[in-house]
């Protein structure tokens, strides 16, 4: 592993400063979703400043505001992506920053304008220093909470028209120390999954229930018997989450109206296929058997929004080993995986590589992500693009 691949934090200190100013830019005016105007403008302008020649919007489809920059080095060598993604939340900010969203519920409370930053600072760099060999692949990506639009930009021909060999993307942990990166292999984040059930029987009035098939029974039950789904059929050893958050039937204006229809959905997180399989046929069998019990009609939707996020565990031997020349041994940490979901899953299903994690915490910045006081940390913009920047150089030439 050669020296003149590794990028300091110090190298990126001019490349950081300015990238600060777009994430601010960025941070003032968010957007949700795939269709990110306003944000995929940004992008372009700061790319065209940096003077790239080979900008792509669109990438994803005519809604999906889906940006890829390519710089190529002055050799031939293999091409690594790196994904930014680059959507808000609803949440109305107050962190009182000054450059605070002007959007009420619209935020940047998952550091996704700080991604777009570091990788701008990581393509503002290869400009200035084109003598390497490879491409570098820089995709900027909306619609990761929930839209996912790395699937998108999958499915519109990512891989295949820019010849990626491997895929690296960061995350903002606010669990760890400004200046300190962490990694996870293998299963990184959880499969997430979505689950609708509806119980339909007869309605009445309060006072006569034998002549009603009441619903809202059923849905009680199984609210209690999805509890056990885990705990039940689960090994010990694997991991997984079943959650009721949503449960509806009846008016609060109507107390003596037995409805014809109740309603629970909620979320489930695993790691392993054969765990989600289970999962989805026992939501189907308790919901139906307890649907049969009462003598009432049940439908379930059950839908698999993103996989799990697998990071292949040679990549991430190889990018820790790069991050700890890079950073030192004491700021490569080993992390524990989630619950969480990550749409990044999508590019790892087709190419190997690995998401870590970037460290924010410091005096100023102690909130947890989503959450409404979050404020992406300017000084890890440096650390993060030098980890990247170090990591695309290095396996550009790497044989394995």
């Known amino acids: 592993m050669s020296d003149s691949l590794m990028v300091k934090p110090e190298d990126l200190i001019d490349c950081a ?36 020649e080979e900008i792509h919007t669109r990438v994803g489809g005519s ?19 790196i994904r930014a993604d680059s959507d808000a939340l609803p949440l109305n900010e107050n962190t009182g920053a000054p450059y605070a969203s002007e959007r009420p519920k ?7 304008d700080g991604h777009v930053a570091t990788l701008l600072a990581v393509v503002n760099y290869f400009m200035k ?10 995709i900027f990506q909306p619609g990761e909470e929930g839209f996912a639009g790395a699937k998108y930009m999958i499915e519109d021909g990512l891989v295949e028209r820019f010849g990626i060999d491997e895929f690296y993307a960061l995350h903002a942990e606010p669990s760890l120390d400004v200046g300190t990166v962490g990694f996870i292999s293998g299963y990184a984040t959880a499969n997430a999954d979505v689950f609708e059930v509806t119980f339909e029987g007869k309605g009445g009035h309060g006072s006569r229930p034998q002549f009603a098939k ?55 997180r695993s790691y392993e296929p054969e765990v989600q399989d289970t999962i989805e046929r026992r939501i189907n069998e308790i919901a139906h058997g307890i649907a049969k019990t009462y003598d009432i ?9 993103y996989p799990a996020m697998y990071n ?36 790892l299903q087709k190419r190997p590589g690995c998401l870590f994690r970037l460290g924010m915490k410091d005096a100023d ?36």
Do not use: W
């Not at 190889?318 to 590019?347: C, H, P, Q, W, Y």
């Open 17 to 52: 400063a300015v990238a600060a100013q777009i994430r601010h830019a960025i941070h003032q005016y968010p957007e949700i979703g795939l269709n990110l105007t306003r944000t995929e403008q940004t992008i372009v302008e700061a790319l065209k400043s940096f003077g790239c």
């Open 63 to 81: 809604d999906v505001a889906g940006v890829v920059c390519v710089v190529k080095g002055e050799c031939p060598g293999r091409t690594i992506g």
């Open 106 to 112: 619209h935020m940047h409370a998952c550091g996704h």
């Open 129 to 138: 220093h084109r003598h390497f060999a490879g491409r570098l692949v820089a």
């Open 214 to 268: 009441d619903p809202v029974i059923a849905m009680g039950e199984a609210i209690l018997a999805l509890q056990t789904l885990v705990s039940r059929n689960v090994s010990p050893q694997l991991a997984a989450v079943v959650s009721v958050c949503c449960a509806q039937a009846g008016d609060p204006n109507g107390v003596s109206v037995i409805p014809q229809k109740a309603m629970i959905s909620g979320t489930t």
């Open 297 to 305: 009609e049940a439908e379930v939707k059950y839908t698999r929004l």
């Open 312 to 347: 292949t565990p040679k990549n991430v031997e190889a990018a820790r080993a790069i991050a700890t020349r890079v950073l030192g041994e004491n700021n490569v940490k080993e992390i524990s995986r989630t619950t969480g979901g990550e749409d990044f899953s999508f590019m």
């Open 365 to 400: 910045h102690t909130a947890p992500v989503h959450n409404e006081r979050f404020n992406f940390n300017d000084k890890a913009i440096a650390t993060g693009a030098a980890v990247l920047a170090s990591i695309a150089l290095t396996r550009m030439v790497s044989n394995s």
